[in-house]
C-alpha cells in the first residue's frame, strides 16, 4: 500500500515525536528526529515519512497530503493522544477509505482502550513495531500480524500474539537515507548539539530499570539488543559521504556507554571517520574510556543525573551513587568533555529538602547546559504504577502531563510537597543554576567565538525567557 509514516501537528513547538523521550513543549525550540517512524519507513518501499511538527505544518495542510496515501501510521504519545485521534477522523471523514493505524508507547501499553477512544483507528501496533508495519503494508491479513490490535470487520477489538523482540539488530535498514529523502534536516535543532545533527540508534533497550523511563518499559524493553560496531560504522561513513553538511552524530541510545569493549571499538573508528559525536551516557563511565572516546572525536556526553538525593536514586532504581557521579563529572571536566545534564523534579521521596540539595549538586557539578522535568507517570511505568496505587495522581486518576500550551506540568504530588511547589520548583531550578556569574560568564566566551554561535545563543535567550512567561500565564 501507498504508505506514510505521520506525526500530526499539536501543540505549537511540542516535540512528542518518535524519538522524544520528553514529550512535551521545550524550554528552547527543539526537535528530535523521528526516528521510530524512519525505521519501519525504511523496510517499507515507496513510504513516506512526514513530521507536520517540525516542517511547520497546519493541520490543514497535513490532512492534505495524508488523504493521498491509502495507509496512514501515525505515531502518538500520552499528551498528543486526544489531538491525534481527533486529526485521524477528520483525515476518514476527508477520505474513508484510508486505513490509519496508530504507533508508540501509549497505545502499545493500552491497545483496547486507544482503539475504544475513535473508531477513525482500524489498528494500533504493540512491543517494536517495525516489520509490524511492513507487513501491515504488504497487505498481510490483520489475523496473522503479529504485535496488532485491530478493529475486526464486526466491530469487535481483538489482540494477536506478542511479536517477539527483534534480535538481529543489524537487518533493520539505515535510518539516515529516509532522514536525507522525506526530511529537512534543517528542522532538527537542539541546544546542546552542532547544528545541523543526525540523531541515530546503534541499539535499542537498556539494561538499567528507572522507574520513570518510558521506552524501556513499554517498547525496547531492558535487554540491550545492538547493532555489529561494522554496521554502526557504515551507516557513519554513509552520513559523512552523503551528508557533509551534518556536524555532528548522536548516538541515541539509553545508555550508549553500557558495553565500554563495543564503545571504545566504535569511537575508535569514529576517530578513523574524523567524525564529531556525541552520545548518551551513564555517570560511571571509568576514566580510560572516556579518554579514548574523547580521542576520537568525542565532543559531549548526555548524562541523566535526575537527583543529588541518594535515597531518591535509589527510589527510582537509578543503580547510581552521587560520589560515583561526581567523580565522573570531574573525569568529564579533566579531559574536556561537554556534559548535558538533565534532573528530575517531583520524583518519589521528593521533599523541599531534596529539591534544594539537587540545585546544590548541579551547580557543584556544573554541567555546561542542563535540562529540568517534573516527574511524568507515563502509563506503563513503574512510577505510574506508584502514582495510581499512592494517591500521588489527582483524584479522578486523569493524567494531565503537559498544559494547553504542551508545557510540561506537575502531575504528581505528595501530602508534604505539592504540585505546586513542584512545579515552581523547576523554574526556581533554571534560574539558580543559570543566572550565576560563573555561568553568565561561560556563556558569553562561548558567544565570543563566533557570531554564529551569538546569534545562536540570543536566540535561545529569547526562548528561554519566554518559557519562563508561559509557566506563569
Not at 501507498?2 to 516535540?15: A, E, N, R, Y
Not at 519507513?41 to 513510504?47: C, I, K, N, R, Y
Not at 529523502?181 to 546542546?192: A, P, S
Request: hydrophobic share 40%; glycine share 6%; net charge neutral.
Amino acid at each position: 500500500m501507498k504508505t506514510l509514516f505521520l506525526q500530526v501537528p499539536s501543540f505549537d513547538g511540542f516535540d512528542g515525536g518518535a524519538g522524544s523521550r520528553y514529550q512535551a513543549k521545550r524550554e528552547i525550540r527543539s526537535f528530535w528526529y523521528p526516528t521510530w517512524l524512519a525505521q519501519p519507513a525504511a523496510l517499507v518501499p515507496g513510504s513516506r515519512v512526514l513530521d507536520a511538527p517540525a516542517d511547520g505544518l497546519t493541520a490543514d495542510e497535513t490532512l492534505d497530503i495524508a488523504a493521498q496515501y491509502e495507509l496512514v501510521v501515525i505515531h502518538t504519545s500520552t499528551p498528543s493522544f486526544p489531538a491525534d485521534a481527533y486529526f485521524a477522523e477528520r483525515l476518514k471523514a476527508l477520505n474513508p477509505s484510508v486505513l490509519v493505524g496508530m504507533v508508540g508507547a501509549k497505545v502499545a501499553t493500552d491497545p483496547h482502550n486507544s482503539l475504544e477512544a475513535s473508531t477513525a483507528l482500524h489498528f494500533v501496533c504493540r512491543e517494536e513495531f517495525d516489520f509490524t508495519c511492513k507487513e501491515i503494508a504488504e497487505g498481510r491479513a490483520f489475523a496473522d500480524i503479529r504485535g496488532l490490535s485491530y478493529r475486526a470487520p464486526g466491530g469487535s477489538i481483538e489482540h494477536n500474539q506478542a511479536r517477539a523482540v527483534l534480535e538481529d539488530m543489524d537487518v533493520l535498514p539505515f535510518v539516515a537515507p529516509v532522514y536525507k529523502r522525506d526530511l529537512n534536516i534543517e528542522n532538527y535543532f537542539i541546544g546542546y548539539l552542532k547544528h545541523p545533527y543526525v540523531s541515530i540508534y546503534t541499539g535499542r533497550g537498556c539494561r538499567s530499570r528507572c522507574t520513570f523511563c518510558l521506552w524501556p518499559q513499554t517498547v525496547g524493553g531492558h535487554r540491550y539488543r545492538v547493532r555489529s560496531v561494522a554496521n554502526v560504522l557504515a551507516e557513519v561513513k554513509w552520513i559523512r559521504d552523503n551528508m557533509p553538511e551534518v556536524k555532528e552524530i548522536m548516538f541515541d541510545d539509553d545508555t550508549f556507554t553500557d558495553f565500554r569493549p563495543r564503545v571504545e571499538e566504535i569511537a575508535r573508528g569514529m576517530g578513523e571517520l574524523g567524525v564529531t559525536w556525541s552520545c548518551n551516557a551513564k555517570a560511571n563511565v571509568p576514566y580510560s574510556t572516556l579518554r579514548i572516546m574523547k580521542e576520537n572525536g568525542l565532543r559531549l556526553l548526555l548524562v541523566g543525573y535526575e537527583s543529588g538525593d541518594d535515597q531518591i536514586l535509589l527510589n527510582i532504581r537509578k543503580g547510581l551513587r552521587t560520589d560515583i557521579a561526581r567523580r565522573f563529572s570531574d573525569d568529564c571536566r579533566k579531559l574536556s568533555i561537554r556534559i548535558h545534564g538533565t534532573f528530575i523534579l517531583g520524583l518519589p521521596g521528593e521533599t523541599r529538602e531534596t529539591m534544594e540539595n539537587t540545585i546544590r549538586y548541579a551547580k557543584e557539578i556544573n554541567p555546561h547546559t542542563i535540562q529540568v522535568s517534573l516527574a511524568a507517570p507515563y502509563p506503563g511505568t513503574t512510577l505510574y504504577r506508584q502514582a495510581v496505587d499512592n494517591g500521588w495522581l489527582e483524584e479522578n486518576k486523569v493524567i494531565n502531563l503537559v498544559s494547553a500550551q504542551g508545557v510540561q506540568l506537575a502531575a504528581i504530588g505528595y501530602p508534604h510537597l505539592s504540585r505546586e511547589e513542584i512545579h515552581q520548583g523547576l523554574e526556581t531550578f533554571y534560574k539558580r543554576f543559570y543566572f550565576r556569574p560563573s555561568k553568565i560568564w561561560d556563556i558569553v566566551r562561548e558567544m565570543l567565538v563566533s557570531w554564529e554561535m551569538t546569534r545562536r545563543r540570543l536566540r535561545e535567550g529569547v526562548e528561554f525567557f519566554r518559557f519562563l512567561h508561559t509557566r506563569e500565564l
